[in-house]
């Protein structure tokens, strides 16, 4: 994996340089393939060494042409397509290193709460409930602030906790899980949430895909981040 720096600069030269060790690879993998000259090499010592008697059949010849020509047509077409995906990905990449030191919304029941002093996310509610209750919990897995509620209709419910226990005490910065249970049937059914953290860096991985490393959560592909705050 190449990780990269935080500053924004020092992110986009990093990404540059490995997707640059991308194209070097493909570059030294193509030399060692048929190429034209090579195949037309081949093609000028089968005619000088044919047989007199018996020698090469017209039809076969222009296959052969026809078979390279269909060949370097599609050899023409994957190094375009390469070349645009490659565009695609340091385009990707570069957007990316752009995101570094703000923050992202992504599904998770994680939030790191730090010196802002507020979380903020959304409950992804899938069906109306008579009652609506979450729970957060810190490290140590020990509930710190519990909340009723009340009935809410399906939808995405924002809302945001300000690091107050239930006891009305102040609780420290660092990583918290939620809860959120919503009543269904008569049954306590676990709703999703998707929490609000900054991202911290960019990764390139060895396929050339680009993640965000995002506080409390990890690893995030681009293509899962909700909303950029």
Do not use: C, H
Request: proline letters at 3%; hydrophobic letters at 35%.
């Amino acid at each position: 994996m190449a990780a990269v720096s935080d500053s924004t600069s020092g992110t986009s030269v990093d990404i540059l340089a490995a997707l640059n060790k991308k194209k070097t690879a493909e570059t030294d993998n193509s030399t060692s393939s048929l190429g034209q000259d090579a195949f037309l090499k081949l093609l000028i010592t089968q005619l000088k060494n044919q047989s007199p008697l018996n020698p090469q059949d017209n039809t076969a010849f222009v296959a052969q042409l026809a078979q390279f020509s269909s060949v370097q047509g599609i050899q023409n077409l994957n190094s375009t397509v390469t070349s645009l995906s490659d565009s695609l990905q340091s385009s990707q990449a570069l957007q990316a290193s752009a995101l570094v030191g703000r923050s992202v919304e992504t599904e998770t029941n994680k939030a790191a709460l730090n010196n802002s002093g507020y979380v903020r996310g959304t409950m992804l509610l899938e069906n109306s409930t008579p009652a609506l209750k979450m729970n957060v919990y810190n490290a140590s897995n020990q509930l710190v602030f519990q909340k009723d509620l009340g009935s809410a209709k399906a939808g995405d419910i924002p809302f945001a906790w300000d690091g107050t226990a239930t006891d009305g005490t102040k609780v420290p910065t660092g990583i918290y899980r939620f809860e959120v249970m919503a009543s269904q049937d008569g049954k306590p059914t676990a709703v999703k949430t998707s929490l609000v953290n900054n991202v911290n860096s960019v990764t390139v991985g060895p396929n050339q895909t680009t993640t965000l490393n995002v506080d409390a959560v990890g690893q995030v592909e681009i293509s899962k981040v909700k909303n950029i705050l």
